[in-house]
């Protein structure tokens, strides 16, 4: 093997190297912002989990006389997304009507 042929095997070797390592660091990235985004996921529907059997029936804007019901049902049942609706729908809803209401 002559200096040429081993001259390249060695930058060879080092990007191959190089190339491993950055897709080993996106790979870890990769799964350290799942576990975040699932541990908050996970949070954000607990609270609305827990927001929702503490809350009165009367103060679910939408819905009949099963709003509660159907809501908790919807939070167990499709989990991660049921939380940001929950949240959107309710949650954000009643909080500015109580700050109308403190304001008169």
Do not use: Q
């Amino acid at each position: 093997m002559g200096g040429l042929e081993a001259a390249f095997m060695g930058i060879f070797g080092i990007v191959l190297i190089s190339f491993y390592s950055l897709f080993f660091i996106v790979w870890i990235f990769y799964i350290f912002t799942a576990f975040i985004m699932g541990i908050t996921l996970f949070v954000f529907w607990l609270i609305a989990l827990i927001d929702c059997i503490r809350r009165d029936e009367k103060d679910f804007a939408i819905g009949g006389d099963n709003a509660k019901l159907v809501w908790i049902l919807l939070l167990i049942l499709v989990r991660g997304i049921a939380g940001i609706i929950y949240y959107l729908v309710i949650m954000k809803n009643n909080r500015s009507s109580d700050k109308k209401l403190k304001k008169k």
